[in-house]
């Protein structure tokens, strides 16, 4: 029995009808037969039971062995290089972390994009803390981590000295290709590998997002436990699962004419799972002139700003609802909890309000969302985890990536590959002057004369 709850009581019969009609089941076994489209990319599947549990001890040495003081880590990556640990990160530690007192590590992300000023302020920001760079890149060639990392490592060996920031620095990458590589072979870095068969957008439960995650003293095999039970749930005779019916929804709402899957949550610090997420089924499905545009919704601040639009705008939109039960902070190992406090005063004309939780109110908000939206013709499931923690996060990473599987299946579309990113690269390495592209700098720049 798996603890992921997917809600579909309030679907027309209709939607229902069509998704029982399809058949995920096929998809499942495809990817775990390596039959599927793209198989030769399907190295994720699996990977915690496979690998994931003896690298991450693996991991864990390496910290113990650690011969420098940090306290803040530093990713740079950008895309599934960090997306996933930013998730992570985002949903697990205080939103104030560098203003609260706290023993963990900080941490802190660069290379995710190309700004100067940004840049500069993560500069500013390491001049305080003594720092761990861990640079992750599987092609160990994309430009915005390439640059950000060169800035750094020069920022690095002007303080530290070559030495002591060699030993600041861990890169994440391929096993032998690429210039990361190269640059870590030449400069003595520590390295850990990420496998040939596991691409950028499904790689968070491998060394990408292992080896910041337990930097920053997360539990990291808690995350692989939760990620294996979704593989062993689906594994041998499955024939229901919230995963093969999630994937059946999203692709009988697309058949059904909608073009684009919001996923909302009542939680922020659920921002960056629906980022992760957006990137993941967005560079998986959208190719070939097809698939689900993935967004994403945060409430009860979007309702406030995009929530007029799903309510009575273009009817486009098939909602996933992301929840916890549990999401309360803890401190301490004690479960934190606000209630609206009771005043003499009643003027605002919250009395009905008083003495009740918080979530109690967030819950109201989401569960009228999801009514309402309902009522304006956008069709809406529910997902719930138990517990927002390490065990749940993993086995929500394991969940969607193989929900994106079946659906790019059902979609006839190669999950793994992504090659329409490659158009802005070829221009940006033109314009740049880069060796190589000079016949298309000259087209270019005559388009754009
Ligand atoms: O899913 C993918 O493969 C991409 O989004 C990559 O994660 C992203 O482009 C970063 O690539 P790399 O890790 O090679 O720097």
Same mark, same amino acid.
């Given at each position: 029995?798996?603890?992921?709850?997917?809600?579909?009581?309030?679907?027309?019969?209709?939607?229902?009808?069509?998704?029982?009609?399809?058949?995920p089941i096929e998809h499942l076994e495809a990817l775990r037969e390596k039959s599927c489209l793209g198989a030769e990319f399907t190295g994720w599947w699996d990977y915690p039971q496979q690998h994931g549990f003896a690298l991450e001890q693996e991991i864990q040495t390496y910290i113990r062995d650690l011969d420098v003081t940090y306290d803040l880590v530093l990713v740079v990556g950008i895309g599934g290089s960090y997306l996933g640990t930013r998730a992570?990160?985002?949903?697990?530690?205080?939103?104030?972390?560098?203003?609260?007192?706290?023993?963990?590590?900080?941490?802190?992300?660069?290379?995710?994009?190309?700004?100067?000023?940004?840049?500069?302020?993560?500069?500013e920001m390491l001049d305080k803390r003594l720092p761990i760079v861990n640079i992750i890149s599987k092609s160990g060639t994309t430009?915005?981590?390439? $640059?950000?990392?060169?800035?750094?490592?020069?920022?690095?060996? #002007?303080?530290f000295g070559k030495e002591e920031a060699?030993?600041?620095?861990?890169?994440? =990458?391929?096993?032998?290709?690429?210039?990361?590589r190269q640059v870590a072979r030449e400069e003595g870095y520590k390295t850990f590998s990420i496998p040939d068969d596991v691409g950028g957008r499904f790689s968070v439960l491998t060394a990408v997002g292992l080896v910041p995650l337990a930097l920053l003293k997360l539990d990291t095999k808690a995350m692989l436990e939760g990620a294996s039970r979704i593989f062993q749930e689906l594994s041998g005779d499955v024939t229901q699962h919230p995963v093969l019916r999630y994937a059946a929804l999203r692709s009988a709402a697309y058949r059904s004419g909608k073009a684009i899957e919001?996923?909302?949550?009542? #939680?922020?610090?659920? =921002?960056?799972? $629906?980022?992760?997420?957006?990137?993941? %089924?967005?560079?998986?499905?959208?190719?070939e002139g097809k698939g689900l545009f993935p967004a994403g919704m945060v409430f009860t601040t979007d309702l406030h700003s995009l929530g007029q639009y799903v309510q009575e705008g273009e009817r486009r939109f098939f909602e996933t609802f992301l929840s916890f039960e549990n999401d309360r902070p803890r401190r301490n190992g004690v479960e934190q909890q606000l209630r609206v406090p009771t005043?003499?005063?009643?003027?605002?004309?919250? =009395?009905?309000?008083?003495g009740r939780p918080l979530n109690e109110i967030n819950n109201a908000a989401m569960q009228g969302t999801m009514l309402a939206h309902t009522d304006g013709k956008v069709p809406s499931i529910g997902l719930q985890w138990p517990v927002l923690n390490e065990y749940n996060l993993g086995s929500l990473f394991?969940?969607?990536?193989?929900?994106?599987?079946?659906?790019?299946?059902?979609?006839? $579309? #190669?999950? %793994?590959?992504?090659?329409?990113?490659?158009?802005?690269?070829? #221009?940006? %390495?033109?314009?740049?002057?880069?060796?190589?592209s000079e016949a298309l700098r000259a087209k270019l720049k005559e388009r754009m004369s």
């Open positions: 029995m798996t603890a992921i709850k997917l809600n579909e009581k309030l679907l027309e019969p209709d939607l229902i009808a069509q998704a029982d009609a399809l058949d992570v990160t985002e949903a697990l530690l205080h939103s104030y972390q560098g203003l609260v007192k706290s023993h963990q590590p900080l941490i802190a992300f660069a290379g995710h994009h190309i700004s100067e000023t940004q840049l500069i302020e993560v500069i430009t915005e981590p390439g $640059v950000a990392f060169r800035i750094l490592r020069s920022y690095l060996e #002007n303080r060699a030993r600041r620095i861990v890169c994440t =990458t391929d096993a032998n290709a690429g210039a990361l919001l996923l909302s949550t009542n #939680n922020p610090k659920l =921002t960056y799972i $629906v980022e992760w997420w957006k990137q993941l %089924f967005g560079e998986s499905e959208g190719k005043l003499a005063a009643k003027g605002d004309g919250l =009395t009905y309000l008083e394991a969940f969607f990536e193989t929900a994106c599987a079946i659906s790019a299946g059902m979609l006839a $579309v #190669n999950a %793994f590959d992504q090659p329409g990113v490659e158009a802005y690269k070829q #221009n940006l %390495f033109a314009l740049l002057g880069k060796p190589g």
